[in-house]
């Protein structure tokens, strides 16, 4: 769990003892990088590892093998997703719940089939314990190994998706109808699902909603206003786009209410506790005019003089984040009601040349400031350049080929017979396929343009 907070620049984000781990600029990059990334993998990744560490028709766990190759890639795929998992407990609990909804997403299917499955149910819960902690195991943190070297640190979410699993198939009631009834959920609801899919799921539909509420390279609804493009996005997905947040109003200092939790020094002393333990009867004054009693007056006046040194640094919104959704969510909102204010000002466009979004910094603006890999300049001052070179180098393929063509048609059809012509236009045809492939490696750089030129002036067919 994190918490974030917006500003006018950006966001922070802090971990449990206030300590900023990252922080986002107006730019939104790390949003833009994120819907960019490609995260299919993740699904195969964890599919293979799971199968390595236990045969999935059996459940049996297999023999102990160091190799964990799968779970490090897995770990490193989520790294360079987003700095919202540079946290390694946010990468944790990411792949934690994947996996235990991929176990339930294995069971319920051996479920479904009952009847060529070697498993029996309803299962136990140390059986289900034993196996989600073995698999478990390779992605704990540091400090899970350093603080509970036993792993208990799985146990409540062992705990949790065994009771999803009995929640999903029904042995235990999922909602009570009025009448009395128990309602079961559906098997067949669990069909065609793959692992890390709510990962998979998160990442399109936050680059569906920054597409349709923010792209303006788009010619269809590039030039609509945000409340517009909204309201087509509601009614064409027939959906508002939920997320649950806590919220709470924060100080731009820890208080000292937070403080005591880590602050060895009024641990010890515990002198402060005492200070507001006093004061308990001030949870009265909002009713009536109260004296405050002597005994409390001194204590009144060490607190009002302790919080003397918040008096400056302002209030925020602060919220609680337990998912990337959340933040990512808060994020394109953010975005969303600047740019309700500032109008065209703010412009996010796609890259011309690198494809990704970027803020435009005057709404003509074609190329992002990003260097891409290959590259040792940013897209803004070569991108010009490479389009310009690649619709040269097109145009000069295209001629090519268009010389090549014309040749070869005017042979076939000074076919002697109906048979040859047939037989020619056969030829003709796969010449085009195979000419078609050879510019397509040309684009690609797999052949340079002289191979390509002598190809197409010395083909026959
Ligand atoms: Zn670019």
Same mark, same amino acid.
């Given at each position: 769990?994190?918490?974030?907070?917006?500003?006018?620049?950006?966001?922070?984000?802090?971990?449990?003892?206030?300590?900023?781990?990252?922080?986002?600029?107006?730019?939104?990059?790390?949003?833009?990088?994120?819907?960019?990334?490609?995260? =299919?993998?993740?699904?195969?990744?964890?599919?293979?590892?799971?199968? @390595? #560490?236990?045969?999935?028709?059996? !459940? %049996?766990? /297999? $023999?102990?093998?160091?190799?964990?190759?799968?779970?490090?890639?897995?770990?490193?795929?989520?790294?360079?997703?987003?700095?919202?998992?540079?946290?390694?407990?946010?990468?944790?609990?990411?792949?934690?719940?994947?996996?235990?909804?991929?176990?339930?997403?294995?069971?319920?299917?051996?479920?479904?089939?009952?009847?060529?499955?070697?498993?029996?149910?309803?299962?136990?819960?140390?059986?289900?314990?034993?196996?989600?902690?073995?698999?478990?195991?390779?992605?704990?943190?540091?400090?899970?190994?350093?603080?509970?070297?036993?792993?208990?640190?799985?146990?409540?979410?062992?705990?949790?998706?065994? =009771?999803?699993?009995?929640?999903?198939?029904?042995?235990?009631?999922? @909602? #009570?109808?009025?009448?009395?009834? !128990? %309602?079961? /959920? $559906?098997?067949?609801?669990?069909?065609?699902?793959?692992?890390?899919?709510?990962?998979?799921?998160?990442?399109?539909?936050?680059?569906?909603?920054?597409?349709?509420?923010?792209?303006?390279?788009?010619?269809?609804?590039?030039?609509?206003?945000?409340?517009?493009?909204?309201?087509?996005?509601?009614?064409?997905?027939?959906?508002?786009?939920?997320?649950?947040?806590?919220?709470?109003?924060?100080?731009?200092?820890?208080?000292?209410?937070?403080?005591?939790?880590?602050?060895?020094?009024?641990?010890?002393?515990?002198?402060?506790?005492?200070?507001?333990?006093?004061?308990?009867?001030?949870?009265?004054?909002?009713?009536?005019?109260?004296?405050?009693?002597?005994?409390?007056?001194?204590?009144?006046?060490?607190?009002?003089?302790?919080?003397?040194?918040?008096?400056?640094?302002?209030?925020?919104?602060?919220?609680?984040?337990?998912?990337?959704?959340?933040?990512?969510?808060?994020?394109?909102?953010?975005?969303?009601?600047?740019?309700?204010?500032?109008?065209?000002?703010?412009?996010?466009?796609?890259?011309?040349?690198?494809?990704?979004?970027?803020?435009?910094?005057?709404?003509?603006?074609?190329?992002?400031?990003?260097?891409?890999?290959?590259?040792?300049?940013?897209?803004?001052?070569?991108?010009?350049?490479?389009?310009?070179?690649?619709?040269?180098?097109?145009?000069?393929?295209?001629?090519?080929?268009?010389?090549?063509?014309?040749?070869?048609?005017?042979?076939?059809?000074?076919?002697?017979s109906a048979e040859a012509m047939d037989r020619n236009e056969r030829k003709f045809k796969d010449w085009q396929v195979e000419a078609k492939e050879n510019i397509q490696e040309y684009d690609n750089g797999t052949i340079d343009f002289e191979l390509l030129s002598n190809w197409m002036q010395n083909s026959s067919i």
């Amino acid at each position: 769990m994190v918490y974030v907070r917006f500003g006018q620049d950006g966001y922070k984000v802090y971990d449990q003892l206030k300590q900023v781990i990252f922080s986002g600029d107006s730019n939104h990059e790390s949003l833009f990088d994120y819907v960019a990334k490609d995260v =299919s993998e993740l699904t195969q990744l964890l599919e293979d590892y799971v199968a @390595r #560490r236990m045969d999935i028709s059996t !459940f %049996e766990l /297999k $023999e102990y093998n160091e190799d964990y190759s799968e779970a490090i890639r897995i770990k490193n795929v989520l790294k360079n997703l987003h700095p919202y998992y540079n946290c390694s407990f946010n990468v944790r609990d990411t792949i934690i719940n994947a996996l235990g909804d991929y176990i339930n997403l294995l069971l319920i299917q051996a479920q479904y089939e009952r009847g060529t499955s070697t498993i029996s149910f309803p299962i136990e819960y140390e059986w289900y314990k034993e196996r989600f902690v073995e698999l478990g195991i390779p992605f704990s943190t540091e400090e899970d190994i350093t603080h509970f070297p036993d792993t208990p640190f799985l146990t409540p979410q062992a705990f949790e998706y065994f =009771s999803r699993f009995n929640e999903a198939i029904g042995i235990a009631p999922t @909602r #009570r109808k009025e009448s009395g009834y !128990f %309602e079961i /959920k $559906e098997l067949d609801a669990y069909d065609n699902h793959e692992a890390f899919e709510s990962v998979i799921e998160t990442h399109n539909e936050i680059h569906r909603l920054l597409f349709w509420l923010l792209d303006q390279s788009n010619s269809l609804i590039g030039s609509l206003s945000i409340p517009q493009r909204l309201w087509i996005y509601q009614n064409v997905f027939k959906k508002n786009f939920v997320k649950k947040v806590t919220q709470r109003l924060a100080l731009a200092t820890p208080t000292l209410y937070e403080d005591k939790i880590k602050d060895d020094e009024i641990k010890k002393e515990n002198a402060k506790e005492k200070l507001f333990s006093s004061l308990e009867t001030l949870r009265w004054l909002h009713l009536e005019e109260q004296e405050i009693l002597p005994e409390e007056g001194e204590a009144f006046e060490k607190v009002l003089e302790l919080s003397s040194q918040y008096s400056s640094g302002g209030i925020y919104d602060e919220y609680e984040i337990t998912d990337i959704s959340q933040l990512l969510f808060l994020e394109i909102l953010q975005i969303a009601k600047n740019k309700q204010q500032l109008g065209n000002k703010l412009t996010i466009k796609k890259c011309q040349y690198c494809n990704m979004y970027f803020i435009a910094p005057r709404s003509n603006a074609l190329y992002c400031n990003r260097i891409v890999s290959g590259e040792d300049k940013p897209c803004s001052k070569i991108g010009a350049k490479r389009l310009h070179d690649t619709r040269i180098n097109s145009s000069e393929a295209e001629k090519l080929y268009r010389t090549a063509y014309n040749r070869h048609y005017a042979y076939i059809r000074n076919a002697v017979s109906a048979e040859a012509m047939d037989r020619n236009e056969r030829k003709f045809k796969d010449w085009q396929v195979e000419a078609k492939e050879n510019i397509q490696e040309y684009d690609n750089g797999t052949i340079d343009f002289e191979l390509l030129s002598n190809w197409m002036q010395n083909s026959s067919i």
